[in-house]
């Protein structure tokens, strides 16, 4: 019976609206707002010819050059041809290397995909050079190594994924490759149990290479590590190179000394050997890594930090050393003897006030003056000291690879919006032209998720954390936060245990009532997994967040993972939910109970999208399920129609990774409630102008189609997209 209802009102639905969108109005075009931050940043590299000619990585948005010394960027990807994500149109660039004899020569590698590219153009064109790597997806280039004496011989050094899981991050080997033709062929030197990255090659003997192998969020298929490895005889044979290295034998970071090549600095450390108590170190070798010698910490009772990711000589002086960790920058101007430590403000991390920096990759200092420096980030975004690492500004104005959950439009001011995602929290006060990072101090937020605005003022705002199950707030427009909330079963320690306020709903017209919708992490980044354990449900406050209490009665027999919320805005009673695994409730008492909704069109198992118009006598309710298109219901959930189906569109600009839909938001305009949007996952945003009769697709402008939320502003004339990897983009209605 359920298969010939479906049936029915598919054929009802296609006889009223047709079956497939159209392209939408060519005139509405989305604006990139280049921010805020964020990503998965790798390599930054300094033009050794020209200081004010920079090149940074982002696995999200491929590379970016600056002319002007890091003021502005412009995306250089033309020829590289590598696409992954949802979407399908993610430039998944990680490695990057400037050939020190001609700065037109420029090498780039992907993050999976095993795709080598390069230019002679000085990045104006890419051309493929992967002749002789046996290896596909499974790996991921981590660094070219150009020789000093012959530009046309290269070593490659890579991670290989052999697909098994460690204790927290995934176990690899490492690969290393060299062409001595200019990347017309490659021939493999060497494969082993830990990822191969940082390659020394002494310039006064090539036969002699040191490379370091490993990196803070990677295991070793051989479980400890390997440290650095040498050769002696061009990559004949390669033997351990470790004499004195104590602790963790996972290299973030190796740099050697321009005039004296047999001096190389190595920093080390790894979250998986912090969690079993092996700590990080810097080590400096003075002797071609013979033997080495640890240089920070000086004493073994003052680990204060224990995973050490990044190093640099300034090359003009290179008695000047930096050393990057998640926590501060540390710096050298004696050759290691003595380190002056530089974190934030109030015992907060490194970088600019307000952003959580994350992880530093690499250092890059300006070859003329080792004072200004450059650090990419695996959070994203590039940053700059001028005085030698005291303080930082961020550098990255114009691009961004930022993957946000959330964005939240003040109902006074349409302009005046809050995002939130894996780089955390930022505002903006000019529709995203200009971005200011919130960040939550003391660090105890991880990736940030939901975010919220009180009707009644801007400078009041809420927003969540995806592993700790946290909530904070801030009665100053973002300056200051307090923890209001924490759940006490979440453990950010334990990847099977992480939880997040996946929704943080502040009711229009009572806005001391608030709702938040908790769900297990993971939720955007496999929105499809099945392996997820069950999460807390809906906590209510009645007093602007001082006090939560749970309200789940009628959800005892779900996960508990709450995917969407939608509350009557003229009445703080009256809500609905969608789940995870579980389907759709409805709450006519504030909470206090939940009611099942049937739902025969709907796949029985999740719903991730809703949308509600609220009427005097029967609600239209808009949900989305996994790989279900869009369902409507004209009379409170009681009937059903499927007004937009599951399948794609073929699109011969791009294939998804998927051929289904997957929505993940539905908004309604506050001023047209016949106009909807609709954000997949896999295809961008489907508009409606007659309450879902038919749909358009509205793409044009969009750099990444995945998109993880949408958000109309009060008066209805702004649109805000929230993308997976391209930041926050802008549509005026």
């Given at each position: 019976m359920k298969f010939i209802y479906r049936a029915y009102f598919l054929i009802l639905v296609f006889l009223i609206s047709g079956s497939m969108p159209a392209q939408a109005d060519s005139s509405r075009i989305w604006q990139k707002l280049g921010g805020p931050i964020g990503g998965l940043g790798y390599n930054v590299k300094i033009d050794p010819q020209d200081p004010k000619t920079i090149y940074v990585t982002d696995a999200f948005t491929g590379v970016q050059k600056s002319t002007n010394g890091g003021k502005s960027w412009s995306t250089i990807n033309n020829g590289i041809m590598t696409r992954v994500g949802p979407s399908n149109d993610e430039i998944p660039v990680f490695s990057l290397s400037i050939d020190p004899s001609n700065s037109n020569i420029i090498w780039v590698g992907t993050q999976g995909e095993g795709a080598i590219y390069k230019s002679t153009d000085g990045g104006k064109s890419f051309s493929q050079k992967n002749n002789g790597i046996e290896e596909d997806a499974a790996l991921t280039i981590r660094n070219f190594a150009i020789y000093p004496d012959d530009n046309q011989r290269v070593i490659m050094t890579g991670e290989l994924d052999v697909g098994e899981a460690g204790d927290e991050f995934s176990k690899v080997k490492g690969v290393m490759y060299r062409t001595d033709n200019g990347g017309e062929s490659w021939t493999k030197l060497w494969e082993g149990d830990s990822l191969a990255r940082w390659v020394c090659i002494n310039p006064l003997n090539t036969?002699?290479?040191?490379?370091?192998?490993?990196?803070?969020?990677?295991?070793?298929?051989?479980?400890?590590?390997?440290?650095?490895?040498?050769?002696?005889?061009?990559?004949?044979?390669?033997?351990?190179?470790?004499?004195?290295?104590?602790?963790?034998?996972?290299?973030?970071?190796?740099?050697?000394?321009?005039?004296?090549?047999?001096?190389?600095?190595?920093?080390?450390?790894?979250?998986?050997?912090?969690?079993?108590?092996?700590?990080?170190?810097?080590?400096?070798?003075?002797?071609?890594?013979?033997?080495?010698?640890?240089?920070?910490?000086?004493?073994?009772?003052?680990f204060d930090y224990k995973v050490y990711t990044s190093t640099a000589f300034a090359p003009s002086n290179p008695k000047i050393m930096y050393i990057g960790s998640s926590e501060a920058i540390f710096r050298s101007s004696?050759?290691?003897?003595?380190?002056?430590?530089?974190?934030?403000?109030?015992?907060?991390?490194?970088?600019?006030?307000?952003?959580?920096?994350?992880?530093?990759?690499?250092?890059?200092?300006?070859?003329?003056?080792?004072?200004?420096?450059?650090?990419?980030?695996?959070?994203?975004?590039?940053?700059?000291?001028?005085?030698?690492?005291?303080?930082?500004?961020?550098?990255?104005?114009?691009?961004?690879?930022?993957?946000?959950?959330?964005?939240?439009?003040?109902?006074?001011?349409?302009?005046r919006i809050l995002v939130n995602g894996r780089s955390g929290p930022f505002k903006s006060n000019n529709a995203g032209l200009k971005w200011k990072g919130l960040a939550v101090n003391p660090v105890n937020y991880a990736?940030?998720?939901?975010?919220?605005?009180?009707?009644?003022?801007?400078?009041?705002?809420?927003?969540?954390?995806?592993?700790?199950?946290?909530?904070?707030?801030?009665?100053?427009?973002?300056?200051?936060?307090?923890?209001?909330?924490?759940?006490?079963?979440?453990?950010?320690?334990?990847?099977?245990?992480?939880?997040?306020?996946?929704?943080?709903?502040?009711?229009?017209?009572?806005?001391?009532?608030?709702?938040?919708?908790?769900?297990?992490?993971?939720?955007?980044?496999?929105?499809?997994?099945?392996?997820?354990?069950?999460?807390?449900?809906?906590?209510?406050?009645?007093?602007?967040?001082?006090?939560?209490?749970?309200?789940?009665?009628?959800?005892?027999?779900?996960?508990?993972?709450?995917?969407?919320?939608?509350?009557?805005?003229?009445?703080?009673?009256?809500?609905?939910?969608?789940?995870?695994?579980?389907?759709?409730?409805?709450?006519?008492?504030?909470?206090?109970?939940?009611t099942l909704i049937p739902e025969p069109i709907l796949d029985d198992n999740g719903v991730l999208a809703l949308a509600v118009d609220f009427q005097e006598d029967n609600n239209i309710i808009y949900a989305a399920g996994i790989d279900t298109g869009i369902c409507k219901s004209n009379d409170s959930g009681a009937n059903w129609l499927q007004i937009l189906d599951e399948d794609l569109i073929s699109d011969t600009n791009f294939t998804p990774a998927n051929d289904k839909k997957l929505i993940r938001a539905l908004r309604i305009n506050p001023r047209n409630s016949d106009q909807i949007f609709a954000a997949d996952w896999y295809s961008g945003i489907y508009i409606s102008e007659n309450a879902g009769q038919n749909w358009q697709i509205l793409n044009d402008g969009l750099e990444i189609r995945s998109i993880n939320n949408i958000e109309i502003s009060s008066n209805g004339a702004l649109v805000y997209a929230a993308t997976r990897g391209s930041g926050l983009y802008l549509l005026k209605i």
């Amino acid at each position: 019976m359920k298969f010939i209802y479906r049936a029915y009102f598919l054929i009802l639905v296609f006889l009223i609206s047709g079956s497939m969108p159209a392209q939408a109005d060519s005139s509405r075009i989305w604006q990139k707002l280049g921010g805020p931050i964020g990503g998965l940043g790798y390599n930054v590299k300094i033009d050794p010819q020209d200081p004010k000619t920079i090149y940074v990585t982002d696995a999200f948005t491929g590379v970016q050059k600056s002319t002007n010394g890091g003021k502005s960027w412009s995306t250089i990807n033309n020829g590289i041809m590598t696409r992954v994500g949802p979407s399908n149109d993610e430039i998944p660039v990680f490695s990057l290397s400037i050939d020190p004899s001609n700065s037109n020569i420029i090498w780039v590698g992907t993050q999976g995909e095993g795709a080598i590219y390069k230019s002679t153009d000085g990045g104006k064109s890419f051309s493929q050079k992967n002749n002789g790597i046996e290896e596909d997806a499974a790996l991921t280039i981590r660094n070219f190594a150009i020789y000093p004496d012959d530009n046309q011989r290269v070593i490659m050094t890579g991670e290989l994924d052999v697909g098994e899981a460690g204790d927290e991050f995934s176990k690899v080997k490492g690969v290393m490759y060299r062409t001595d033709n200019g990347g017309e062929s490659w021939t493999k030197l060497w494969e082993g149990d830990s990822l191969a990255r940082w390659v020394c090659i002494n310039p006064l003997n090539t036969d002699s290479i040191v490379v370091a192998t490993g990196i803070f969020d990677r295991e070793a298929f051989n479980t400890n590590g390997l440290g650095a490895i040498k050769t002696t005889d061009e990559g004949e044979t390669w033997f351990d190179a470790n004499n004195g290295i104590s602790g963790s034998l996972f290299m973030g970071g190796m740099a050697m000394h321009n005039d004296l090549p047999a001096t190389i600095l190595v920093a080390t450390g790894n979250n998986n050997d912090f969690n079993k108590g092996i700590n990080g170190a810097v080590f400096l070798s003075t002797d071609a890594a013979e033997s080495w010698e640890q240089v920070y910490p000086q004493s073994n009772f003052n680990f204060d930090y224990k995973v050490y990711t990044s190093t640099a000589f300034a090359p003009s002086n290179p008695k000047i050393m930096y050393i990057g960790s998640s926590e501060a920058i540390f710096r050298s101007s004696d050759s290691g003897k003595t380190w002056t430590k530089y974190s934030g403000l109030r015992g907060t991390p490194w970088g600019p006030n307000g952003i959580r920096a994350g992880v530093p990759i690499e250092i890059q200092v300006d070859p003329k003056n080792p004072n200004i420096v450059y650090v990419n980030n695996y959070g994203g975004g590039v940053f700059r000291s001028i005085n030698g690492g005291k303080t930082w500004k961020n550098f990255s104005k114009g691009y961004t690879g930022a993957n946000l959950y959330s964005v939240a439009v003040s109902d006074k001011k349409a302009n005046r919006i809050l995002v939130n995602g894996r780089s955390g929290p930022f505002k903006s006060n000019n529709a995203g032209l200009k971005w200011k990072g919130l960040a939550v101090n003391p660090v105890n937020y991880a990736e940030g998720l939901a975010s919220a605005i009180d009707p009644r003022s801007p400078k009041i705002m809420y927003i969540s954390d995806e592993h700790n199950a946290q909530i904070f707030k801030s009665i100053n427009a973002g300056k200051s936060w307090s923890k209001v909330f924490e759940h006490p079963d979440a453990d950010a320690s334990d990847a099977n245990n992480r939880h997040g306020a996946k929704e943080i709903l502040i009711s229009k017209s009572n806005p001391e009532i608030i709702y938040a919708g908790f769900s297990n992490d993971g939720l955007f980044a496999d929105p499809h997994s099945e392996d997820f354990s069950d999460s807390f449900g809906v906590y209510k406050s009645v007093d602007a967040g001082r006090n939560w209490f749970p309200a789940n009665t009628g959800l005892e027999l779900t996960t508990q993972n709450i995917t969407a919320m939608v509350v009557n805005p003229e009445n703080p009673e009256e809500l609905y939910i969608g789940l995870r695994e579980g389907g759709l409730y409805y709450s006519s008492n504030g909470a206090q109970s939940w009611t099942l909704i049937p739902e025969p069109i709907l796949d029985d198992n999740g719903v991730l999208a809703l949308a509600v118009d609220f009427q005097e006598d029967n609600n239209i309710i808009y949900a989305a399920g996994i790989d279900t298109g869009i369902c409507k219901s004209n009379d409170s959930g009681a009937n059903w129609l499927q007004i937009l189906d599951e399948d794609l569109i073929s699109d011969t600009n791009f294939t998804p990774a998927n051929d289904k839909k997957l929505i993940r938001a539905l908004r309604i305009n506050p001023r047209n409630s016949d106009q909807i949007f609709a954000a997949d996952w896999y295809s961008g945003i489907y508009i409606s102008e007659n309450a879902g009769q038919n749909w358009q697709i509205l793409n044009d402008g969009l750099e990444i189609r995945s998109i993880n939320n949408i958000e109309i502003s009060s008066n209805g004339a702004l649109v805000y997209a929230a993308t997976r990897g391209s930041g926050l983009y802008l549509l005026k209605i």
